[in-house]
């Protein structure tokens, strides 16, 4: 599936984002929104001159809801934001790589018990501001697997991503680039009405191997079906994250 994205797309280059703290904060708004909402709201940032940790953290609650009310569900979100800058600032004096840094499941804990931040959220922030090999799995993942054959059932998050580090090398760069090809390969064609027919994952289904010494092999042995089957499973939900 790797292979196939990857040829389909070439490299994708995520996460936009000027610095780490950008994407950072990005990770945090793109929550149940689309991402051309998050650009206005971090654009606003910068036009203030807050897209920094000390002088975000700095702004009140209502100034800060104020600035990034076009991600949507901007009272909650800005709560998020400054329960994330709190442990940032008051922890680390605002320096995010000193938040990042450290034993990986230690710092991965640390970003779950902040209130609001989920498994997808700190996985994000892990791998796309830390350059931490974390995978993240996101509602697009599921759905491709699922229609793939590749996921029977319900599996939580932990379990599917699971799969994919077991399965691959331990490499942000890869982990980076194919958890964009899969949100890629989501938008374009795995949405609610598949496309499977223009799709470079169409022939691909149940027989991807581990990674061997030479990288990754997938034997595509069975096609996927036509995607009113996949409808039928109830895979169907609109997923709005398109970061
Ligand atoms: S081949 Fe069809 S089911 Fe598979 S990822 Fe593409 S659009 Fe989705």
């Known amino acids: 599936m790797y292979r196939a ?19 950072a904060v990005g990770a945090i708004l793109t929550q149940n929104t689309n991402w051309a909402n998050v650009q206005k709201a971090i ?8 897209l920094s940790p000390v002088p975000l953290y700095g702004l009140d609650q209502a100034d800060l809801e104020e600035l990034i009310r076009p991600s949507g569900y901007y009272r909650v979100k800005a709560r998020r934001l400054k329960a994330f800058l709190e442990v940032l600032c008051e922890g680390f004096g605002g320096d995010l790589n000193a938040m990042l840094a450290g034993e ?16 997808e959220t700190a996985d ?3 791998l796309y ?3 931490r ?12 697997l699922e229609r793939h054959g590749m996921l029977e059932g319900r599996h939580s998050y932990g379990e599917i ?7 691959l090398p331990p490499e942000a760069e890869l982990y980076n680039q194919y958890h964009a090809l899969i949100v890629e390969a989501g938008k374009r064609f795995c949405r609610k009405e598949p496309r499977c027919g223009q799709c470079p994952l169409q022939g691909i289904s149940k027989g991807v191997r581990r990674a061997g010494k030479g990288g990754l092999q997938a034997t595509g042995s069975q096609s996927c079906s036509s995607g009113k089957k996949f409808l039928k499973r109830g895979s169907g939900k609109n ?3 398109s970061s």
């Open 5 to 23: 994205l990857d040829r389909f797309f070439g490299p994708l280059q995520w996460w936009p984002g000027d610095t780490p703290f950008e994407v």
């Open 161 to 167: 991503q699971r799969r994919f580090l077991e399965a």
């Open 104 to 119: 990986l499941q230690d710092v991965r804990r640390r970003l779950l018990s902040i209130a609001g931040i989920g498994e």
């Open 239 to 241: 997923v709005t994250r």
């Open 129 to 131: 501001a830390g350059g």
């Open 133 to 144: 090999p974390v995978f993240v799995v996101d509602a697009y993942t599921r759905r491709i």
């Open 43 to 50: 654009g606003r940032i910068k036009e203030r001159g807050a």
């Open 124 to 126: 994000s922030i892990l």
